[in-house]
């Protein structure tokens, strides 16, 4: 008996997530279409894969790019659009899954569309939860819509955290690689180039992850993020330092139990768990041999030399605005890095910088975190053109 394929809008489809996603597609046997793919300006990628995948929409949302994209596109049945409206068009039209793979509180409009329309939507853009994830998840409950963790690390919670339980979670421990410099002397870390902060020793993923891997500031990001997808207080969420990455998350249980996952380092896995859920699907992931790896190690996060990762963590305990603050603080400074107009120990001096000079109260609206994520990148643009004066 033949399946009627699943479909997916895939929000971010030329990015690492959104190609891991499209290989999946590619070894489904036909258990999974692509309605819609979008991207920022990356014209010629978005074509291919529209034409490959025969997509119904491809979306641009650099709307310069819009006449390039649709001669690209001239001989297909693809619709296609530009612009940021399209892009929350394309989260809005039908499909059975929305994959939201952009970077950056660029994610957040769409990805809040997609919710909105009551999606099971697989969640990639941890940015948008860092800004609004009071909002996002109040409004995945009024609207009935699933949310599906794609970070491996919440993806790992996901799998292993017992609902009917959740009263019974003592702990959840946010596994991290110590990204490239987890060795590196701090005073080393003011000469890295980008170059090196985005070579990542196990994970292979877009520039702006691999700089917030190699900050640490990424797992501080996590753990915003854990805080807002799971039922657990701001202080029930800790980080442990693991090399190997092949366990990916862990949740102690009040008995002494620990649950953890573990698989190879690769996304695919997690975006499988989520695509297939809740069953599984085979993927052409490396299995994981135990006897090869032979040993795991864990330590504690070093929170001075990755300040990254204490600013993360202080800013959920504070709450209010400064999860938005750091996020749009930090989104400037590793755009900063990767340009080479500041170093990376900069970045965390800039977000610390932005935090303190940005006054601002809890956003009450979507519309109350755009005008505070606009104004903290003001600021630290400002921040940043102090630094490159002194
Ligand atoms: N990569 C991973 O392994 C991984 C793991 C866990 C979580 N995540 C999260 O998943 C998200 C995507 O990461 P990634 O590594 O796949 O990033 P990436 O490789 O940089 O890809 C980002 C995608 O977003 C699009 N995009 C960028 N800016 C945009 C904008 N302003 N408006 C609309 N689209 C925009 C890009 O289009 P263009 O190609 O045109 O620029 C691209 O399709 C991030 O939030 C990241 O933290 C990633």
Redesign the pocket.
Known sequence: MSMTPRSLTIL???????QSTLDLVRHSNGAFCVAAV?????VK?LAAIAREFNARDAVI?DASKYEALKSALADTDTNVSAGPEA?VEAAQAPSDIVMA????A??LRPTMAAVRRGATVAL????CLVCAGDLLMEEVKRHGATLLP???EHNAIFQVFEAENAKSVSRLVLTASGGPFRNTATEELFSVTPEQAVAHPN?D?????SVDSATMMNKGLEVIEAYYLFPVEKNQIDVVVHPQSVIHSMVDYVDGSTLAQLGSPD?RVPIASCLAWPNRMHTPAERLDLQKIARLDFEAPDLVKFRCLKLAMDALQVGGAAPVILNAANEIAVEAFLTKKIGFMDIAETVEQSLTACDMKAPQSLANVFEQDNEARRITHDVIARLRKS
Request: glycine content about 18%; overall charge positive; hydrophobic content about 45%.
């Open positions: 971010g489809a030329t990015g690492s997530v959104g979008t991207a920022n300006s990356s990628k949302a892009l793979a952009i970077v950056g660029a994610g990639a853009n941890k940015e794609v970070d491996s994970w993923m877009g520039a702006k992850i996304m």
